[in-house]
């Protein structure tokens, strides 16, 4: 398991090199306004997958041992193809709506306070779709234990994005929101077709589960993951919507920056997390899940802590320079988000750990824990303090959050506050598994 966590963890760091040189390219050669553009699209879009990932998400890993791969990939095609097409109609719906409407509606978030930035409707729209069917290739895999193949995959994904936004950029010349947003679009088009080379081998399987059965369990594990999803993307459209409304789309662009660096050290506790919930689906020793996911929280949470400590204590005038003067509040702004990113990792552990055990209705619980921390604070913080003000609100949601879920975990487990201290039991194994790796 050490094994596929290294290997997950280096395809983090890769992704997090070409994020930064994705940031770098764009912070210069499309600025502050259209990269604030490019990740609401982004931020849409992952608010829009939560309804195709009711029966065509996370909950795929969890049922890929358990029911037939044909009846999982009809049923994820045919479910994201419908969720799309009721988006668009919702779309067009809402073009009706009176402008009279919008303007109560700006009153409350400030200007500007559409859903999708205009011009992008159809852009999300497919984004969704092609994501949808790339995801169900990279959960599946998960589902299978065959985590280096998601890693390909993945690795496939970001890979095309940056270097077709550089194509974008500098080949067609496209200097607006449009060069990062048709960069993800090819990314997950490109990916998507490598990963059907590797499901086609499943699809001959001839064994098939009913179909209505299926969709029914599935429906229910997916409903309190995807509920629990939603609230968590509430939580950060919320400081999205409410800085904009303050001061428009530079400061979005500005504090989404801010998030991608600060959140670069989380990639260390989504690669236990993964093969964490791999790992996890494909037991039915509780203890020994138990046993594992203390072990992975107390590796997960040292190693991001350190690695958010160096990124905050860069100066303010290396971001400057990385990042154009109009982004030197970048720092201030990653030090408010740095024990949120901490408490961020501690999360992933816990939430995979109650998914993988058929428990995810603590992961909504928690996150609607996490929603009753958000409101207040971003409402109180954002005024005052600014970008700040939605760093120290972040913080405090995801404090809340892992609050609850290790009171619920200590409970179901029997486990005391001393079994999250490290012990020299923890140092050894760690070390005789990596010695172990370096050896293969």
Request: with cysteine.
């Amino acid at each position: 398991m050490i094994r596929k966590i290294f290997g997950t963890f280096g395809t983090r760091v890769l992704n997090a090199i070409c994020n930064f040189v994705t940031l770098w390219f764009g912070t210069h050669y499309l600025g502050a306004e259209a990269w604030g553009i490019g990740g609401i699209v982004l931020l849409d879009v992952s608010l829009l997958l939560i309804g195709v990932e009711f029966l065509a998400g996370s909950g795929l890993i969890y049922f890929t041992p358990r029911k037939s791969y044909r009846t999982l990939f009809k049923i994820s095609y045919i479910w994201s193809a419908l969720i799309v097409a009721f988006y668009a109609l919702l779309m067009y719906l809402f073009s009706f709506i009176p402008e009279s409407f919008g303007h109560h509606f700006a009153k409350f978030f400030g200007e500007s306070a559409e859903f999708v930035p205009e011009g992008y409707h159809g852009m999300v729209l497919l984004l969704v779709f092609v994501y949808s069917l790339h995801n169900f290739n990279l959960t599946t895999m998960l589902g299978k234990e065959r985590v280096g193949t998601n890693n390909i995959l993945f690795i496939i994904q970001f890979m095309t994005q940056m270097c077709s936004m550089l194509i974008y950029i500098f080949v067609f010349d496209i200097r607006d929101a449009n060069a990062f947003v048709y960069s993800f679009l090819t990314g997950y088009i490109v990916s998507y077709i490598c990963g059907l080379t590797q499901i086609w081998p499943y699809l001959k399987d001839p064994v098939e589960d009913s179909l209505w059965d299926t969709i029914k369990e599935m429906f229910k594990f997916g409903t309190i993951i995807q509920l629990s999803t939603l609230v968590t993307m509430l939580n950060r459209r919320l400081s999205f919507l409410i800085i904009k409304g303050f001061w428009g789309d530079a400061k979005v662009g500005v504090y989404s920056a801010a998030s991608q660096v600060s959140e670069a050290p989380k990639m260390i506790g989504q690669s236990i997390a993964m093969v964490q919930f791999s790992k996890i689906s494909n037991l039915t020793d509780n203890d020994l899940a138990a046993k594992i996911t203390v072990q992975l929280l107390k590796i997960a949470t040292i190693l991001t802590a350190i690695c958010i400590f160096i990124v905050c204590v860069i100066p303010t005038s290396v971001y400057s320079w990385l990042f154009t003067s109009n982004f030197a509040e970048m720092r201030v702004v990653m030090i408010a988000l740095g024990p949120g990113v901490v408490f961020m990792a501690a999360n992933m552990v816990f939430s995979h750990y109650f998914s993988g055990m058929n428990m995810p209705k603590h992961n909504l619980y928690g996150a609607l824990v996490g929603l009753a921390v958000t409101i207040p604070s971003l409402y109180l913080l954002i005024p005052p303090l600014g970008m700040v003000g939605a760093g120290i609100s972040a913080s405090l949601t995801n404090l809340a959050i892992i609050v609850y879920q290790w009171v619920i975990f200590k409970k179901i487990n029997k486990i005391s506050a001393k079994e999250l201290l490290v012990t020299k039991e923890d140092v050894k194994l760690l070390v005789s598994e990596i010695k172990s790796l370096l050896g293969k």
